[in-house]
C-alpha cells in the first residue's frame, strides 16, 4: 500500500521478518492496547492516532476532535501462532460496533472504532469476520474499516500505560483481560 504516513519512534517498534501489522482502534486506547497484549501471539502494541488530517498531532490536539484522529493500537502479531481472522473477532468482543464515536463512558470521534489495514490482501478477512460479526446485530456495524491513511505514535505516558498505572482508567472490564490471557486461535494445517 502506498503513501501511508507511519511515524513512530524506531526503538518502540518490536523487529521481526515475518509480524504482520493491523490498526484497531476501539475506543480509549489504553484499555484497548492492554487488551491486545494479552493475546498469544501479539508481539508487540503501541498506541497513537490513525487517519487524521494534521500532522504530528499531540494526544491534547486529539483530544478536542478537530484532527479527525482515532485513538488506534498498533498490533503486530505473529501469523504462525495468531490470524487475522481470531484477532479481528478478539476485537468485536472488546468493543460495542453499534455506537458510533462512543466507547464505554468515552464520547468524540477520536473514540470511534475502525480496523485500518496496510495489507490490501487482509481485506478479504476483514470483510468476513464484519459480515459475520454483523449477524448478530440488528443495527448497522459502525465500525470503520478502510486503509491506514496514517499514523502517528502517542506520546511515551500513554504507552503501556496500564501496566505503568494497574489502578488507571479503562473503559473495559477486567474480565476481559483474563478472557484476552486464556483465548487461544486454533490453527489449521
Not at 501511508?4 to 484497548?32: H, M, P, Q
Not at 458510533?100 to 470521534?109: A, I, M, R, S, Y
Not at 500513554?158 to 482508567?169: R, W
Amino acid at each position: 500500500m502506498q503513501n501511508v504516513n507511519i511515524v513512530r519512534d524506531a526503538s518502540s517498534v518490536c523487529s521481526s521478518a515475518e509480524a504482520k501489522d493491523i490498526y484497531l482502534a476501539g475506543g480509549c486506547f489504553w484499555g484497548t492496547e492492554h487488551y491486545f497484549k494479552q493475546i498469544e501471539g501479539v508481539l508487540c502494541t503501541e498506541v497513537g492516532f490513525a487517519n487524521g488530517h494534521t500532522e504530528n498531532p499531540t494526544y491534547k490536539e486529539v483530544y478536542t476532535d478537530t484532527t479527525g484522529y482515532a485513538e488506534t493500537v498498533h498490533v503486530k502479531y505473529n501469523p504462525d501462532v495468531v490470524s487475522l481472522e481470531f484477532l479481528l473477532r478478539m476485537f468485536f468482543k472488546a468493543i460495542d460496533p453499534t455506537s458510533l464515536n462512543k466507547q464505554g463512558h468515552d464520547e468524540g470521534t477520536r473514540y470511534r472504532t475502525g480496523i485500518y489495514y496496510t495489507d490490501e490482501a487482509d481485506l478479504p478477512i476483514i470483510e468476513e469476520v464484519y459480515a459475520s460479526e454483523q449477524k448478530n446485530y440488528q443495527q448497522p456495524l459502525v465500525v470503520e474499516k478502510v486503509p491506514l491513511k496514517n499514523f502517528y505514535t502517542a506520546e511515551e505516558y500513554h504507552q503501556d500505560y496500564l501496566d505503568k498505572n494497574p489502578d488507571g482508567y479503562c473503559h473495559l472490564p477486567q474480565s476481559l483481560f483474563e478472557f484476552a490471557r486464556q483465548a487461544r486461535c486454533s490453527r489449521r494445517s
